[in-house]
Each structure stands twice: as structure tokens, then as C-alpha cells.
């Protein structure tokens, strides 16, 4: 079955404090992205990757790092997470019009 | 960088009904031009996306048209039912056979009403 995961789906944490959002796609796919998704401002892009060791910024990349050292991951790095990165974050993996968004993971920063 | 507008913001209409919801976009580079259904407290699927050598593209209920001219591309459903009843969202990107760069619009709230 095609699946993106996320990891955690449900973080609260404070100001500062480093973390990591997993995400793992078993399509093999060489696009994945990640969103964030605010009321009123639709989903945003934050980066993307093409394929191992191949990132780009998107729209709002201030504050975040990604990495992809496998296919198959793309871990979103806050860190030093603040207030205004309080936010649903989607992450996704396309080949075409192949495209599977994973579960979102809401992260509060206190 | 590219900019998506989306309209209405809110969508009623009844069941059986047509619902249109367009999209304008400003970068003339755009080619890929997608659109997401996103149910409540779920995440974004794709339904239908249009590519820019081609006007029109339909599948059962749902057809997208794109007039690159104008810059400007349009979701029409037919025949509403109440499980229709989404966020949708248009999307435009600058290169879609290779990068994805993706810019969305605002979404458009849709309800479908029995």
C-alpha cells in the first residue's frame, strides 16, 4: 500500500528546543516537500527535494533544515523552534500525478 | 516568485448543483497546475491536475480548464453531492515535470448542501 508517514503527529514543545519531524515515503519516489498549513494562508512550501542530496528552498524556509541522505526519508530539522513556526506540517512525495500527502503533524511551540 | 489567487473563499450551493471555484497566477512560466480536496481534519489529496499544452481536462464529475493567456485556470464540478463538501485547493508550479515548486492558493470552502 502506497504511504507517506510523519512522525510525531502531535508535538507541543518549547521555544528553543531543537527537534526533528520524520517523514518516510515506500513509493520510491524522488520528489518529496514539505508544507506548512495556517488558517487563512493555505499551505505554504517550505522545501523540497528532488532526489538524495538534491534540496531547494520553497516559499518559507526561514527557521527550517531538511536533509535527504536516503530516498526514501526527508526530515524536517527545527532548531531552535519559535512561537510563529506553530503549525500543521504536511509532508509529501510526488512521481507525476502520483501524489500521497502524509497524515500532517501539528506541532505547538510555547 | 509566482502568486496564486483563488475565489471565492467560501463556496455554498445546493445538492445537484455546479460549483466553480478559479484560480489567476502570475509567473507566465507556470506549466503544472494542480488541485487538492482537503476534507476536514484530513490531509490534502490531489484530484485533478492540468498541464500547459492542454485547454481542458475532465474526469467523471470534476473538469479543470486553464487559459494560459489570461493566466487564469478554473475547477468545475458537476452534479454537487454532500460528500463534496472540502477546502479545495489550486496550485500553480513553474516547472512541473521536474521540480514541483509548488505555490497554493488560499483554498475555497466548499459546502454542499442537501
Known amino acids: 500500500e502506497a504511504q507517506v508517514t510523519q512522525n510525531p503527529r502531535y508535538l507541543i514543545t518549547v521555544t528553543g528546543k531543537k527537534l526533528t519531524v520524520t517523514c518516510s515515503q515506500n513509493?520510491?519516489?524522488?520528489?518529496m516537500s514539505w508544507y506548512r498549513q495556517d488558517p487563512g494562508l493555505g499551505l505554504r512550501q517550505i522545501y523540497y527535494s528532488m532526489n538524495v542530496e538534491v534540496t531547494d528552498k520553497g516559499d518559507v524556509p526561514e527557521g527550517y533544515k531538511v536533509s535527504r541522505k536516503e530516498k526514501r526519508n526527508f526530515p524536517l530539522i527545527l532548531e531552535s523552534p519559535s512561537p510563529n513556526q506553530t503549525s500543521l506540517y504536511f509532508c509529501?512525495?510526488?512521481?507525476?500525478?502520483?501524489?500521497?500527502f502524509g497524515p500532517g503533524t501539528r506541532l505547538t511551540v510555547t | 516568485g509566482e502568486n496564486v489567487e483563488q475565489h471565492p473563499s467560501t463556496l455554498s450551493v445546493q445538492e445537484g448543483d455546479s460549483a466553480v471555484i478559479k484560480c489567476t497566477y502570475s509567473?507566465?512560466?507556470?506549466?503544472?497546475f494542480p488541485w487538492y480536496k482537503q476534507e476536514l481534519g484530513k490531509r490534502p489529496q490531489l484530484i485533478i491536475d492540468i498541464r500547459s499544452n492542454v485547454g481542458e481536462k475532465k474526469d467523471q464529475r470534476i473538469a479543470v480548464t486553464l487559459n494560459k493567456t489570461a493566466k487564469h485556470f478554473s475547477l468545475h464540478i458537476t452534479e454537487t453531492q454532500p460528500e463534496d463538501s472540502a477546502v479545495y485547493f489550486c496550485?500553480?508550479?513553474?516547472?512541473?515535470?521536474?521540480?514541483?515548486?509548488?505555490?497554493f492558493g488560499k483554498g475555497t470552502l466548499l459546502t454542499v448542501n442537501p
Open positions: 496550485a500553480a508550479s513553474p516547472s512541473g515535470g521536474s521540480n514541483y515548486k509548488l505555490t
Open positions: 509529501a512525495s510526488f512521481a507525476g500525478s502520483e501524489q500521497y
Open positions: 513509493m520510491n519516489h524522488e520528489y
Open positions: 509567473d507566465s512560466a507556470s506549466n503544472y
